[in-house]
């Protein structure tokens, strides 16, 4: 059974202006489908305003559907009963390390979600220890939030919902705010929860290189999933991407661009020594 | 000016005072001042003197930290002593100019610029040796009675430590806007106080927006990681009164009950 | 007319028991037309250095001339230098607060003390070199998106007409459409008014696409001042402080490795795609 299923989930939202008055109905998320399984990381493409950040907070129960279903670990999120599960089950980490940190001290920040779901304290300590070493910031358990780089503090976010034991974790572009460092950290530690405790990884960004090591991808645009399928697949498609404007890796490109100059390479280059292999056949 | 003001902030170090539980020493604090408003003896303001000197000494926070503190309220005092020297009627000891100081006048300043100083030394010794989430929880559950008449004490409480978490960074963003509108020319320094208080808008806009905008996202944040209330919370770090804390409860009784001891033994006298 | 930083340091927090030293002996002369790029990475001392150069924080030692004149002089007109030398920051739309797009560009240059005229014609000129729709102009800057809100805080600057423009990670944050209509807003402004630019950015592929010369900072300490070519032939002593060359870099270097005679010293996706087509075609010509 999947993790995550979206069936025909849509969500609409009236406009108004500023009287009040009714000016529209904005689709935000328009029929999307989606059949996420246990274990997989899930990379979820687009540009701001395409919908992939409301349809995250349907996992999450922050949003719930105008139309269709969404069951997470088999709970329908609609149902108020389920909220509490849905979002222990489903954690997320947000954009800005700042505006998510509660706590004035790293480890009672790990603490405040298993504290929250009623976690007997003896618990909490272990929970709280285990998650920060598997972020790696044990270290800095002692310090305040506010001496952090903002990697680390998106780790310690990461450590917070660890600690609450989700099942799957979906983060809205977690790595927007941060330098390469802290990036490559923050996309290291997810891979890194996602092998080795084997939690389902929801990613969303639109940052190429952090959705090559994906499993499957999707792409949206104006609220629909236009393309769907794993990195190579998606990354032999330069041209679409292009259209909605979308980066691809360096790499990619350059092969895109050598096969359309008429150079026989194949499509989908998704790394150095793939274009070195392609290139070598053609000397 | 903002560095000088210790009151609220923590200074680290590890001493008994520090290990103590919170509500030990808010209770100690009101103790304090309880005894320091006792009355107008001698005697009693030695007593005062000595346990405050005691408590300073086992907290290992150095003297000087503390009267730094009084900086910042130095102005309060000498107001309060001024008033009370040339204001109080009795017996007149000399004039300057057409003011008279009188013998109660000296006593009463006297008396006044003490409690004012030991009040502030005290309350900021609290501060001093509790980390801000320690006096949080010491508050709310040494305030939990309260939630009897339906006062919210839980939301209080996090709504405080929030707080606290956030004041160096909204600090950190009215520089950041400052200088922002700076480099547009914006000049906060020179015209009449009318001027400058408009001055204050392009900072004070985008600050509020950053404030909304972070306080939006942060309660998306805490319901996201199931924040409902207090309701089936557990506590990382619950109080638990210890050996240490039920003897600082006797001694803070004793101190209380000498301190009244002495005051009914004076009736009233100054010395 | 240039600027000329002469040796300046700068520490923090002088005598509190947390000094830092942000910069050390920095010298480099800025000139007219330059298109710079800014690397480090964060806390190399970036963000201090950009903040000196229109005078928002003063050197501990050393000076810095503004078009022959000594900025720290007693006589200097600070605004003039803030005037002509544009700095946008971070994140720069945190820092709108008017009830509209224009009045919120007008702010700059009615604080230089102009006439309404003046400003109005400064604004709308602004506005229209970074591309913003005009039907937008009077509308609530912050109904926009996070790419326009951008492009009005740069408008902002610009409005004061200055010489330099400075951007602290213009793309911080922005999606690839975003960023790319923030660099293309700015090699467009460039291309038209000739403006000097320093661009402070982590994206190497962003830097080698746009600029003309390369700072990088490291620990406070310029290390580096030269054409991308020659910083990004060193990627092996930019790794050792923590940065990195675009990744065309990496694959010339593969290719060359592999036994291909290409130019190493490719540094966009265009560059590398001329040199790998003709290293094929000497292949098969010779074949």
């Not at chain 1, 395409?50 to 559907?65: E, V």
């Not at chain 1, 001290?105 to 007997?120: D, R, T, Y």
């Not at chain 3, 591309?131 to 509308?139: A, C, K, P, T, V």
Request: net charge neutral; hydrophobic share 45%.
């Amino acid at each position: 059974m999947g993790i995550v299923k979206a069936k025909d989930l849509t969500f609409e939202y009236i406009r108004r202006d500023e009287e009040g008055n009714v000016e529209g109905i904005t689709t935000a998320v328009d029929h999307v489908n989606m059949d996420i399984q246990p274990g997989e990381f899930i990379a979820i493409l687009g540009h701001n305003g395409s919908g992939k950040s409301t349809f995250a907070k349907h996992i999450n129960a922050l949003l719930f559907p105008t139309e269709g279903t969404i069951l997470v670990d088999g709970l329908d999120t609609s149902d108020e009963d389920n909220v509490m599960d849905v979002r222990q089950r489903a954690g997320m980490v947000f954009q800005n390390p700042d505006n998510q940190i509660i706590c004035t001290l790293v480890e009672e920040e790990v603490g405040f979600g298993p504290e929250n779901i009623g976690v007997p304290t003896e618990e909490i300590w272990e929970r709280v220890a285990a998650s920060l070493k598997a972020v790696g910031m044990y270290q800095y358990r002692k310090a305040s939030p506010n001496k952090l780089s903002g990697g680390q503090k998106q780790r310690v976010a990461i450590a917070g919902i660890v600690a609450m034991k989700p099942k799957c974790i979906i983060l809205d572009e977690p790595t927007a705010m941060l330098d390469p460092h802290g990036r490559a950290d923050v996309m290291r530690v997810l891979h890194e929860l996602n092998r080795k405790e084997g939690v389902t990884v929801i990613l969303i960004t639109h940052y190429m290189e952090e959705v090559i090591d994906a499993d499957r991808v999707f792409v949206m645009d104006e609220g629909k999933v236009v393309m769907e399928g794993t990195p190579r697949q998606i990354f032999s498609r330069v041209e679409e991407l292009k259209q909605l404007r979308l980066d691809v890796p360096q790499v990619t490109e350059l092969a895109y661009e050598l096969s359309r100059s008429g150079v026989p390479i194949r499509s989908g280059i998704l790394t150095n020594q793939e274009l070195i292999d392609e290139l070598m056949k053609l000397k | 000016m903002l560095r000088d003001i210790t009151i609220g902030q923590y200074y680290q170090t590890d001493s008994v005072i520090h290990r103590l539980d919170p509500r030990v020493k808010l209770m100690g604090t009101l103790i304090f001042i309880i005894t320091l408003f006792l009355g107008k003896s001698v005697w009693l303001y030695l007593g005062v003197t000595v346990f405050l000197a005691a408590v300073i000494k086992l907290s290992k926070v150095p003297v000087k930290f503390i009267v730094k503190g009084l900086k910042a309220v130095v102005i309060l005092i000498l107001f309060s002593v001024i008033f009370n020297l040339f204001l109080t009627e009795g017996t007149p000891v000399f004039h300057i100019w057409k003011l008279t100081v009188t013998k109660e006048g000296i006593y009463l300043a006297a008396f006044m610029m003490v409690r004012l100083i030991f009040l502030i030394m005290g309350s900021s010794l609290m501060t001093l040796t509790t980390t801000p989430t320690h006096l949080t929880d010491g508050l709310e559950k040494g305030l939990g009675f309260l939630k009897v008449f339906h006062v919210p004490v839980h939301e209080i409480a996090m709504m405080m430590s929030i707080a606290l978490r956030f004041i160096p960074i909204l600090i950190e963003e009215t520089d950041k806007i400052m200088k922002a509108q700076m480099a547009r020319g914006a000049d906060f320094e020179s015209g009449n106080l009318m001027k400058r208080a408009k001055a204050m808008i392009p900072i004070l806009v985008p600050l509020f927006i950053s404030a909304f905008r972070r306080a939006n996202e942060l309660a998306m944040a805490m319901e996201a990681r199931c924040y409902h209330g207090s309701e089936g919370r557990t506590k990382m770090k619950p109080l638990r009164y210890g050996k240490n804390d039920k003897i600082a409860y006797l001694v803070l009784a004793g101190y209380l009950i000498v301190m009244i001891g002495i005051n009914t033994a004076l009736g009233g006298r100054v010395i | 007319m240039s600027i000329i930083v002469d040796n300046i340091s700068y520490t923090y927090e002088i005598g509190t028991g947390f000094e830092k030293q942000a910069l050390k002996n920095v010298k480099c002369v800025i000139n007219d037309g330059d298109f710079i790029g800014l690397i480090g990475h964060t806390g190399s001392g970036k963000s201090t250095f950009i903040q000196h150069l229109n005078g928002l924080v003063k050197a501990t030692s050393g000076t810095i001339y503004f078009n022959g004149m000594d900025i720290y002089d007693k006589d200097f007109d600070m605004k003039m230098l803030r005037s002509k030398v544009g700095l946008v920051f971070q994140y720069p739309e945190h820092q709108l607060f008017e009830t509209d797009i224009f009045k919120d560009v007008c702010f700059g240059p009615k604080n230089l003390g102009l006439p309404k005229m003046e400003v109005e014609l400064r604004a709308f000129e602004a506005l229209r070199l970074v591309g913003l729709d005009e039907n937008l102009y009077y509308q609530s800057p912050f109904d926009l998106s996070g790419g326009q809100k951008r492009r009005v805080a740069i408008a902002g600057v610009l409005a004061m007409r200055p010489d330099v423009l400075i951007l602290d990670e213009p793309t911080a944050g922005l999606d690839p459409k975003g960023r790319d209509e923030i660099l293309d807003s700015i090699k467009d402004l460039k291309e038209k008014t000739g403006i000097t630019v320093i661009l402070v950015s982590h994206s190497m592929e962003d830097v080698a696409k746009y600029v003309n010369r390369i700072m990088v900072m490291n620990d406070g300490v310029l290390m580096y001042d030269d054409t991308p070519k020659h910083i990004f032939a060193g990627y092996r002593e930019l790794e050792q402080i923590g940065l990195a060359a675009p990744q065309v870099t990496y694959i010339m270097n593969d290719l060359k490795n592999a036994g291909f005679a290409v130019d190493v010293n490719a540094i966009t996706v265009e560059e590398a795609r001329q040199s790998i087509l003709k290293n094929l075609q000497g292949i098969h010509g010779k074949a």
